[in-house]
């Protein structure tokens, strides 16, 4: 972004030259102090743009101050996360299950996973998955620990499944060359952006051969 004088026809001092920013196509910032003051322009003539938002300008250098959106999401208290592990003393069984199923509010939602055995394992995603209501209900838990909002979608831990839903994933998560090896992270879970009003479901099982540990973390935020 250029600094540019829009004070056309009248005389600036130089330095205030540079208190002004071309942030988009005809719509002009006015620097002052640590913030960029953005005013009132028309994109076009049926469509005028108030625009009211501060932009942080780093004193120092003059330049933009940004930030990736997940740290913004952790700022305003709209990141959270979720994890589970099974019990040491209650390992899941050879062919057993371990399933989450993920009910999004009418917030729009984006998540990212990962998901640890400690053996062959299959990694599934559905969407659309209809249970009973049963299960163990998991508290999500805000990433901004000095903010209280809560998470408006809920998880369930292994619920009765009575229709999977569509598939979304379908991944084998190798563990090694036998079935007792060690298991790999499957840290590949991607950020979806999630139907509002849906249950989906992240299931994982074993296929090791005898019992193993696993676990799936969940990350999202909500807007």
């Known amino acids: 972004m250029a600094g540019k004088d829009i004070a056309q026809g009248t005389s600036l001092k130089p330095e205030d030259k540079t208190r002004y920013l071309e942030i988009a196509s005809g719509v002009y910032a006015r620097v002052d102090g640590a913030y960029v003051i953005v005013g009132s322009s028309v994109v076009s003539s049926s469509n005028p743009m108030p625009i009211t938002t501060d932009l942080t300008i780093d004193p120092v250098t003059g330049t933009l101050v940004t930030q990736e959106a997940i740290h913004y999401a952790i700022h305003v208290g709209k990141l959270y996360t979720l994890s589970y592990k099974s019990p040491n003393a209650s390992l899941v069984a050879d062919d057993g299950v371990l399933a989450l199923v993920i009910s999004t509010s009418f917030k ?38 000095n903010c209280a909002i809560a998470s408006d979608m809920t998880v369930v831990l292994n619920p009765t499944i009575n229709a999977d839903g569509l598939v979304l994933l379908d991944k084998f998560i190798p563990g090694g060359t036998g079935g007792s090896t060690v298991g790999m992270m499957g840290s590949d879970f991607y950020e979806w952006s999630l139907q509002i009003g849906v249950n989906y479901m992240l299931r994982l099982t074993n296929r090791a051969g005898l019992a193993q540990p696993m676990s799936i973390a969940l990350d999202w935020h909500e807007e």
Do not use: F, H, K
Not at 115 to 123: C, H, L, P, R
């Open 108 to 145: 729009q939602t984006y998540m990212i996973g990962s998901i640890a055995s400690g053996g062959d394992a299959e990694m599934e995603l559905y969407e659309g998955t209809n249970i009973d209501l049963d299960g163990t209900p998991l508290v999500p838990q805000n990433r901004n620990r």
